[in-house]
């Protein structure tokens, strides 16, 4: 069965012939800022997720002026077809997807795999960053009904009229580490939120990072409860993993009602007297 | 320019299962380092060799990994 919207995703394929297609803006965004410096899909925009893809002053997304500007300097207008790859299994590439979404851009896509499988499969690379004609890019939105913000989380919890996907790995779901091994912690207390079901994002991909089937990722959430029929909360750590898990919840399996909690559990673990499970 | 000697396998460091990530951009070897979970990536380094890349970010992958409290 194919996925339900299934051109939200284009093959490393694709993007190769299509790339310099006029209307088809290619961009990359990393974990690892300097990944796009050291090469990258030609013809592909970086945008760096700790500058570009967010209020720089107070935690937020990207406010909604800064986000036209961004797309008018990278060549995009509100017609342009635009296709999103990064490292780390396309993390901040749906982050990106996510907010592009809440501003109401129409065509976004995601190429399966991101820059994983176009290393491994020894695709060209450029340093050469494309001199893109400025456009004029005017965003809709915000459509928050995408996001959850804490007060929806919390009751949400009191009432459980939602379901709660952690997709952090299950160390950090059950408070063994308080941030990735290797990184800084960022929290205070270690846990997962009252009644949320540990599926870590990384489940719904395949070694080479493409997504996994249709019915593989049906059968990995309804697993654990997790079926159509209720609202979706998903959470991680600062938000960009579960922005994964909502993509994959909302344009590969169709889930109407799924939001993500940006705020997740550096909002979370920190909050004073918030209610932690520890198992 | 196109990427060579792709290699990604797993390994493990101070208690914790990594992946270590190696190509070839021309004459530069470039080696990053992901925690297998979940899978992100905390360390890179670049080489004149394969094996000096992996060493420059084991050595950095070392000692943010020493730095991990389990609780």
């Known amino acids: 069965m194919p996925y339900t919207i299934p051109n939200v995703l284009v093959t490393t394929d694709w993007v190769a012939q299509h790339a310099a297609d006029a209307g088809v803006r290619v961009v990359e965004v990393d974990v690892d800022t300097a990944a796009y410096d050291q090469g990258h899909a030609p013809g592909a925009v970086g945008w760096n997720w700790t500058s570009d893809l967010c209020d720089t002053l107070i935690r937020d997304i990207v406010p909604m002026k800064k986000l036209e500007e961004l797309l008018g300097r990278s060549g995009i207008d509100n017609k342009t077809t635009i296709v999103l790859y990064g490292d780390n299994n396309n993390w901040f590439a749906a982050w990106a997807f996510w907010q592009l979404k809440i501003y109401g851009h129409d065509d976004v896509r995601i190429m399966d795999g991101g820059r994983k499988k176009w290393l491994a499969e020894g695709r060209e690379l450029s340093t050469d960053k494309p001199a893109a004609a400025a456009k004029t890019y005017k965003a809709t939105g915000p459509d928050m009904s995408l996001r959850a913000f804490l007060p929806e989380v919390q009751a949400a919890v009191k009432s459980k009229s939602a379901s709660l996907v952690d997709v952090r790995s299950p160390q950090e779901f059950t408070g063994e580490i308080l941030a990735p091994p290797g990184l800084p912690e960022t929290c205070q207390r270690g846990g997962h939120i009252p009644g949320a079901k540990s599926i870590p994002w990384a489940k719904a991909c395949n070694d080479d990072g493409t997504f996994k089937s249709f019915e593989e990722l049906k059968s990995l959430y309804e697993a654990q409860g997790i079926t159509a029929d209720k609202p979706v909360i998903a959470y991680c750590r600062i938000g960009e993993r579960s922005s994964h898990t909502w993509f994959v919840l909302k344009y590969l399996l169709g889930f109407q009602k799924v939001t993500n909690y940006d705020g997740s559990w550096t909002e979370w673990g920190n909050l004073v007297g918030a209610a932690v499970e520890k198992p | ?71």
């Not at chain 2, 990604?8 to 101070?14: H, L, P, Q």
Request: aromatic share 12%; hydrophobic share 30%; net charge neutral.
């Open chain 2, 1 to 71: 320019m196109k990427p060579e000697e792709y290699s990604r396998r797993r390994a493990e460091v101070g208690g914790w299962a990594i992946e270590i990530e190696t190509y070839r951009l021309g004459d530069v070897y470039h080696t990053t380092i992901y925690n297998a979970d979940p899978g992100a990536r905390f360390a890179r380094a670049d080489g004149s060799t394969k094996e000096e890349a992996e060493e420059r970010a084991l050595e950095k992958a070392s000692k943010y990994l020493a730095q991990t409290r389990r609780f």
